[in-house]
């Protein structure tokens, strides 16, 4: 059974940082490139980053280049999204998710996701 486990959310003060955690189990980690979306309330699922299985290619949405830094440890199964400066409109659930297609931005070409960790950000 494969499982995603997002980790590290919770309530922080504008500028802050914070490393968010994907750990996976149940599958072969270092086959999938690694994805994080989030979704604020009463909006559309977002693309934020993507990370290639071995790390080495990323691709990230212009909205937080800069700002937001995915990583993997395949050795610890696990995918992290630091970051940094949030500002109150990073507020939303943030998922991870893996994906064989591809370093891609689309939803619909994940082939599994985690059940998403919520992340508010205090004024």
């Known amino acids: 059974q494969v499982q995603l486990v997002e980790s590290g959310g919770g309530l922080v003060q504008i500028g802050d940082s914070l490393t968010l955690s994907c750990a996976a189990s149940g599958v072969t980690f270092s086959s999938y490139d690694m994805v994080w979306f989030r979704q604020a309330p009463g909006k559309e699922r977002e693309f934020l980053a993507a990370?290639?299985?071995?790390?080495?290619?990323?691709l990230y949405a212009t909205s937080v280049e800069g700002r937001f830094t995915i990583t993997r440890d395949n050795a610890k199964n696990t995918a992290y999204l630091r970051m940094d400066s949030v500002r109150p409109e990073d507020t939303a659930v943030y998922y991870c998710?893996?994906?064989?297609?591809?370093?891609?931005?689309?939803?619909?070409?994940?082939?599994?996701w985690g059940k998403g960790t919520l992340v508010t950000v205090s004024l």
């Open positions: 990370i290639s299985w071995n790390g080495k290619t990323t």
């Open positions: 998710a893996a994906t064989n297609h591809g370093i891609v931005k689309d939803p619909g070409n994940m082939d599994y």
